[in-house]
């Protein structure tokens, strides 16, 4: 069985809306994109060159527009990018000119996926997909990149009912910029008590 990783970019509101760039993501008015680049530094570079090796990849349909149009012409920023398996979840796209792109149209797809022999599986961005994900418990680990400003409004990780389900932190840094870089690995249910007995 196949692993899926989610790994996201977030405000302190959960905003993950257009992190890379003005251009990426204006929808809904978006007026921030790009709301990433101030938070660079070589402590978040040498994760980020971590995180970028070689993966298949599982995208929502929207994302992946946005990169095949980028990523074909910037490999040397993603080495072998081009190369992995790109899938993508989809009811309008069949077919794509970008290097090994199948195209899902249903939840089976990714569970039959999941359920196949490989390497891990890597979902960037997605924010539609990665709240179906959520809702279907098909996520194994959270990399979540929390930035230190808030948004206000644009599109969030966590909406649209993610089941109750709790995560173990297995690793953790903090930028010089301030950047929470966090890993979580999914631990079963949710556990309750009070406080103080």
Known sequence: MRKIIVLSMITLDGV?????????????GFEYGGWVAPYDDE???KIMERLMKPADLLLGRKTFEIWENYWPQHENVWPGINDVTKY???RTRKASDWNASVFFNSLADIENLKASNG???QVWGSGELVQLLLKNDLV?????????LTLGNGKK???NGPIPAAFTLTESTVT????????YKRAGKVETGTIGE
């Open 43 to 45: 402590v978040s570079g």
């Open 16 to 28: 993950m809306q257009a992190p890379g760039g003005p251009e990426e993501d204006s929808s809904g």
């Open 88 to 90: 993508v979840l989809s």
């Open 176 to 183: 010089t910029t301030g950047v929470i870089i966090a890993a």
């Open 119 to 121: 390497s891990d599986i």
């Open 157 to 159: 990780l966590f909406t």
């Open 140 to 148: 194994d680990e959270l990399w979540l990149m929390i930035h230190p």
